[in-house]
């Protein structure tokens, strides 16, 4: 039985879909629009792949370890004021 190959429309909609996903799980371990970049940098790694059907779950794999190993960002009290160095 043939593999039926991802359309570049439908791995480009399949992607958007798991930086959703890793963007609402590690939105306490990154920035705007990190997510996206690594899922799209680690996607492009696979640019000449002869069969993409598995890409998205290998991108979201690799993406995911990155930042799972990464601590929560550590959130200033509301109306803490930044840091500044004594002169």
């Keep these: 039985m043939p593999v039926q190959e ?9 992607l ?15 920035a705007g629009g990190e997510v ?3 899922v ?19 991108v979201q794999h690799a993406v995911q370890e990155r930042f799972r190993r990464r601590p929560p960002h550590l ?4 109306g803490a004021r930044p840091f500044t160095p004594p002169r």
Excluded: N, W
Excluded at 16 to 30: A, F, G, P
């Design 40 to 58: 799209y940098e680690e996607a492009a790694l696979f640019r000449d792949a002869r069969v993409k059907q598995y890409v998205p779950v290998l």
């Design 36 to 38: 996206e970049q690594a």
């Design 75 to 78: 959130g200033a009290p509301a």
């Design 16 to 30: 958007h879909r798991v930086v959703d996903l890793l963007d609402r799980k590690y939105s306490d371990r990154t």
């Design 6 to 14: 991802l359309t570049p429309q439908a791995l480009d909609d399949q």
